[in-house]
Nanobody, 126 residues
Framework: QVYLVESGGGLVQPGGSLRLSCQASKVTGAWLEMAWFRQAPAKDREFVGA????????YYGDSMKDRIIISKSGTKNGVQVQMNNLRPDDTAVYYC???????????????????WGQGTQVTVSS
């Protein structure tokens, strides 16, 4: 069982920035692929982005692709997302998800990730 803990959420004004972090623990496999999703009130959970392959290649969903950078954090099995120029419609709970690498998969598919964090709230409001 992999445990994921997100941090860095909060209240930010429109146009502002936030950096979310996710730390995985109890990792026993060779490589953990990690992703970010978000879920706004009354909406489906949607893919934000992920680190794929060896963890060096970011892959972004359409919702925020021009305003985010996903990268490894400074810790082992950690990932972060830098979010810029935030808008009110970015308000959502942001979730970290992970899977052990075992070949090709649908990077943006919810069901591909068996491990999820509890989420961190991001509110964009003036």
């Amino acid at each position: 069982q992999v445990y994921l803990v997100e941090s860095g959420g909060g209240l930010v004004q429109p146009g502002g920035s936030l950096r979310l972090s996710c730390q995985a623990s109890k990792v026993t496999g060779a490589w953990l692929e990690m992703a970010w999703f978000r879920q706004a009130p009354a909406k489906d959970r949607e893919f934000v982005g992920a680190l794929i392959g060896s963890g060096d290649k970011p892959y972004y969903g359409d919702s925020m692709k021009d305003r985010i950078i996903i990268s490894k954090s400074g810790t082992k099995n950690g990932v972060q997302v830098q979010m810029n120029n935030l808008r009110p419609d970015d308000t959502a709970v942001y979730y970290c998800a992970a899977r052990y690498s075992n070949g090709p998969y649908d990077v943006s598919g919810l069901n591909e990730y068996p491990y999820w964090g509890q989420g961190t709230q991001v509110t964009v409001s003036s």
